[in-house]
């Protein structure tokens, strides 16, 4: 079984900071995904990653497969951006089924 | 791409009672997945729901506890049955995409 971690648990961080969330996991996997979850509980999926990086508008995520980790970076932080922030991964090839990290609650203070 | 809409979004319920959570897919999915997430805790998949069959369960889950229905490729529930205070928890829903996952609004659900 994959076990995934996250780091850190909580950020607090002012408006305009760059932020880095971080997240390892023990198994090797097909891919991981970034996922952001509003007060409410919804989730939306930022990004999937089989490798290397992705960059969507403040938003980067980057993976290195042989060291199994991956870091999530937030540009120029705003106070929009508070949420909690899921690291998941895919863990062989064909499966569908995620294996979550416990999230990292980010507060962004104006 | 998926947009899932789930429902309820929240609610409150007496112990012994049951709810019964929806969700809808604007496109056809052979695969829907059901998750939980306690309080502190990471998503814990529940089942995974297949069209034309039983659902599958993943350790701890039950049926009797967590009835699945999925009449078709585009919608299923969920119902939490003879509910506790230790029900208390997020519910979701999820689809698989080719290249991400796609996920309801979620059901906070609180057990009094």
């Known amino acids: 079984k994959n076990e995934v971690e996250q780091s850190p648990q909580n950020l607090t961080a002012q408006e305009g900071e760059f932020i880095t969330i971080n997240c390892s996991y023990s198994?090797?996997?097909?891919?991981l995904h970034w996922l952001q979850q509003h007060p409410g509980g919804g989730i939306v999926s930022l990004f999937m990653?089989?490798?290397g990086k992705k960059k969507h508008g403040r938003l980067i995520a980057t993976i290195n497969i042989q060291e199994k980790h991956s870091s999530l970076h937030i540009t120029a932080s705003h106070p929009r951006d508070s949420a909690v922030y899921i690291c998941?991964?895919?863990?062989?090839?064909?499966?569908?089924?995620?294996?979550f990290g416990k999230g990292t609650k980010l507060s962004v203070i104006p | 791409s998926a947009v899932i809409s789930q429902k309820p979004s929240r609610d409150i319920c007496q112990r012994g009672t049951s709810l019964t959570i929806q969700c809808q897919v604007d496109?056809?999915?052979?695969?829907m997945f059901w998750y939980r997430q306690q309080p502190g805790q990471s998503l814990t998949l529940i089942a995974t729901?297949?069209?034309?069959?039983?659902?599958?369960?993943e350790s701890g889950f039950v049926i009797d506890k967590f009835p699945i229905s999925r009449p078709n490729l585009t919608f299923s529930t969920l119902t939490v049955s003879n509910m506790s205070p230790e029900d208390s928890s997020i519910y979701l829903c999820?689809?698989?995409?080719?290249?991400?996952?796609?996920f309801g609004q979620g059901t906070r659900l609180t057990v009094v």
């Open positions: 496109s056809q999915v052979t695969m």
């Open positions: 198994v090797g996997i097909s891919a």
């Open positions: 998941a991964v895919l863990s062989g090839a064909g499966s569908y089924q995620l294996t």
């Open positions: 990653l089989s490798s």
């Open positions: 729901a297949n069209q034309g069959s039983e659902a599958t369960y």
């Open positions: 999820s689809v698989p995409g080719n290249t991400e996952a796609f």
